[in-house]
């Protein structure tokens, strides 16, 4: 054989092998993702809101490898029909134990709290209450009085917050028909104005004013005290 054949040669047997070696790498690379065991966990189909009710056509169930599968991930579609979903559960999200229960639960206050809010409670009479027509699920502002001082009429009204969620009136978290009277209110207010409303209710007296369902933005708004008032009405 001649030199230039033998060179010839031996570049064919080397791009032969190369070849070779690139196929069985590729196929080892591809093994691992088709041939290990897999599971099969319940995704979420559609969005499904907080407090809605499961049902089977919200769901499907896909299949992971074992070694990707969600530890807490529930396998069995017919394990969440009917249960409900405590928080947002999105698009192809894996439902997780933890993120649905019994109607039992949804309907307990943690659950009903909206994200960076805190729930709060106040006396409340007919007066103070707006005769019992507050309701869950309404909006309310808080509004303190307190006596500045011993001088006679010196006192001040301010409104310490303003379009705050009610979450329950004395224990219903449920809006019911006719009216709801009870002694105390739920609301829903960021850990600051959870603070303001717990003094407002050490120095004075708290009054809830109900707002309107048309939704207006809340105002800014003076205190007002006696000398302020007799100076509108001169």
Known sequence: MTKPRLWLFITLLLAVSTGLLTYKYLSDVRKPAGAGPTVGQVTAKVKIPSGTRITADMLET?????????????????AVVGQYAVVDILPGDVIVSDRVAQDRSVNELPYKIPSGKRAITVPVTALTGV??????????????????????LDYKVMTLVQDVLVLAVGSEMQKKDGVQQADNVTLAVSPNEAELVALGE?????????????????????????????KMFP
């Not at 992971?64 to 807490?72: D, G, N, Q």
């Not at 309701?135 to 006679?152: C, E, Q, W």
């Not at 004075?204 to 809340?218: F, M």
């Open 62 to 78: 896909r299949e992971v490898p074992k070694e990707y599968a969600h530890p807490s991930g529930v396998r069995d579609v017919s």
């Open 131 to 152: 005769a019992g027509l507050i309701k869950p699920g309404h909006h309310v502002d808080v509004l303190v009085s307190y006596k500045i001082s011993d001088t006679p």
């Open 202 to 230: 050490s120095i004075g007296k708290i009054k809830l004013v109900e707002r309107p369902s048309s939704g207006e933005p809340p105002a800014a708004l003076p205190y007002v005290d006696v000398a302020r008032m007799l």
